[in-house]
């Protein structure tokens, strides 16, 4: 592997704070301040003393080059236009999580495979729980923390909720022997849909690797070049 692919591959697909910035149409200094109020997430990935950093770590940012995900850039412009009418940051973040927490009922009533990936949220008719608002508040936790912004090309319930079933489907069916390989081309290409490629560190052992790459790998079928960089 060519020692810079890492950084070829985060330079492509994510943003320097002022690339950010300019994308949402305002200054580094306000988009610092809605992350701060935890409107959207802080670094994805940072190259440091000691190598790269991905918000995938239990260990906080180290300081060094940083990059944002480029998925935060739609939440990002509700929460200027909300600011530009008054409200304030913190404001503007409870806004966002709210309509988040709104918006995952109805992705999780409307999602194939959502009681896969988010049991607790169903009962054995299929109903919704009283536990929906408990994991929507993780789940945004989650996309805070930055563990979102390395998978999915633009964050929102819809895309949460069918990136956690269709990944839960596909590893549960890979488990099994005697699979049908052609339902889950259907279920690979969508979820290739919603994420990123990962960076070449991550992605063999990340959702891309255990479930696009194996059923790939498994049925002869070729390979994503999600590293063809030119």
């Not at 600011?83 to 503007?92: D, E, K, L, Q």
């Not at 054995?124 to 563990?147: C, K, N, P, S, Y």
């Amino acid at each position: 592997m060519p020692p810079d692919l890492n950084l070829r591959y985060v330079s492509h697909h994510f943003w320097k704070l002022d690339e950010l910035a300019e994308a949402v149409g305002t200054t580094t200094d306000i988009v610092q301040a809605l992350i701060t109020a935890r409107c959207a997430p802080g670094p994805i990935y940072v190259l440091g003393k000691q190598g790269w950093w991905s918000a995938l770590s239990d260990e906080p940012a180290p300081q060094g080059e940083a990059w944002y995900a480029p998925g935060s850039a739609w939440g990002l412009r509700r929460a200027i236009l909300e600011t530009r009418n008054g409200v304030s940051a913190a404001a503007a973040a409870s806004s966002l999580e709210r309509l988040f927490e709104n918006d995952f009922a109805a992705a999780l009533r409307a999602t194939e495979y959502a009681a896969l990936a988010f049991p607790d949220c169903f009962d054995r008719q299929g109903r919704l729980t009283d536990e929906v608002g408990r994991v929507a508040q993780r789940e945004w936790v989650a996309w805070l923390t930055g563990g979102y912004g390395v998978c999915l090309r633009i964050f929102n319930a819809r895309t949460c909720v069918a990136k956690e079933a269709l990944s839960s489907a596909l590893k549960i069916a890979l488990a099994r022997e005697g699979y049908d390989a052609m339902a889950l081309v259907r279920s690979a290409e969508a979820l290739a849909e919603l994420i990123l490629p990962f960076a070449p560190w991550q992605r063999s052992t990340g959702t891309p690797g255990l479930t696009i790459d194996r059923l790939l790998r498994d049925h002869k079928l070729g390979s994503e070049r999600p590293y063809a960089f030119r």
